[in-house]
């Protein structure tokens, strides 16, 4: 019998491997699909963590499960429901990206959240990625989230930085407590490859619309902060003077030549805010794994 066979209704935790679309969008050219694990379902449609890391969605066609759903493991070992992981265990989660111009639009939410340390010794790992609760809601397990951060990831970044927090445990005061430790010289590179690989998917549209505009405002600004926290260890506020540019950008005034032109003088700003920066050439990857791993020993010592 072939271990690969086709799903009908997929229970959340099964291993599945991910074909067609979803596959090639995570990682172009894997015509042999992508191992993950399905983490919910919702209106028929499968929310997948992939092995790297990436959540898809894809569909019941789109699937086809390794072996059977693994049986029930015992409680000690759960990692349980994703809802339950965001819902239970976030430690830190806030607003990020530009304001809705509704006040009552929907605000784009990134968080981070705890797995249950004893979920690890069981061959069903927690997820380390989750979307819910509402399609703008992602949140990251806390040493994946760390592993980004440290790496100088805008997003993770921009995250802990953002003054529109929406909730903030304990736990989370700690992780925001250890910002310090996740600067670095190397969010000049970071932010840049960031931004460029951003516009470099904008510019082959073509000519891009207004959320393609809004897209690339976004960016330029992340490249802002970038510098701001090069300089002062914080994002600081943007003034008026490129206030009024991005607008610009944001509303289509620009043409896109123009837009890439602020591009490159904002990176050449970021490239100079590097040279004299007064961070430290790495981040202090000491400290961020001596808080994790405390981290991991509090909760297993509270949850046994």
């Excluded at 953002?162 to 996740?182: K, N, Q, T, Y």
């Excluded at 009024?244 to 990176?267: F, I, K, M, P, T």
């Amino acid at each position: 019998m072939s271990r690969l066979s086709a799903p009908t209704r997929v229970p959340a935790g099964t291993q599945v491997v991910v074909h067609g679309t979803p596959a090639d969008d995570a990682l172009p050219g894997a015509g042999r699909g992508l191992a993950g694990r399905v983490v919910r379902e919702a209106g028929g449609t499968y929310s997948v963590a992939l092995v790297d890391g990436q959540l898809v969605d894809a569909a019941p066609d789109q699937l086809v499960t390794l072996a059977d759903p693994p049986s029930e493991l015992p409680e000690p070992v759960r990692s349980g429901g994703a809802d339950d992981l965001v819902v239970a265990r976030t430690m830190y989660a806030a607003a990020v990206g530009r304001p809705p111009a509704d006040p009552g639009g929907q605000l784009t939410v990134r968080a981070v959240f705890q797995a249950p340390t004893a979920a690890f010794w069981s061959l069903r790992k927690p997820p380390e990625q989750v979307t819910g609760p509402g399609p703008a809601w992602l949140s990251w397990e806390v040493e994946h989230f760390c592993r980004q951060a440290l790496d100088a990831d805008p997003v993770c970044l921009e995250l802990l930085w953002s003054p529109r927090r929406v909730w903030v445990s304990d736990v989370g005061r700690e992780l925001l407590d250890l910002r310090p430790a996740f600067l670095s010289q190397t969010i000049s590179a970071a932010y840049a490859d960031h931004v460029l690989a951003g516009f470099t998917r904008l510019a082959g549209d073509g000519h891009p619309d207004d959320e393609q505009a809004g897209a690339a405002a976004d960016l330029l600004r992340l490249l802002l902060d970038g510098q701001a926290l090069l300089r002062t260890g914080d994002v600081g506020i943007v003034d008026d003077e490129h206030h009024e540019r991005l607008a610009a950008v944001r509303s289509g005034a620009l043409a896109w030549d123009d837009v890439d032109a602020y591009r490159l003088e904002l990176q050449q700003q970021l490239d100079e805010a590097a040279a004299v920066s007064y961070l430290s050439p790495g981040p202090d990857i000491g400290r961020v794994d001596a808080w994790l791993s405390d981290l991991r020993r509090r909760d297993l010592d509270v949850t046994s």
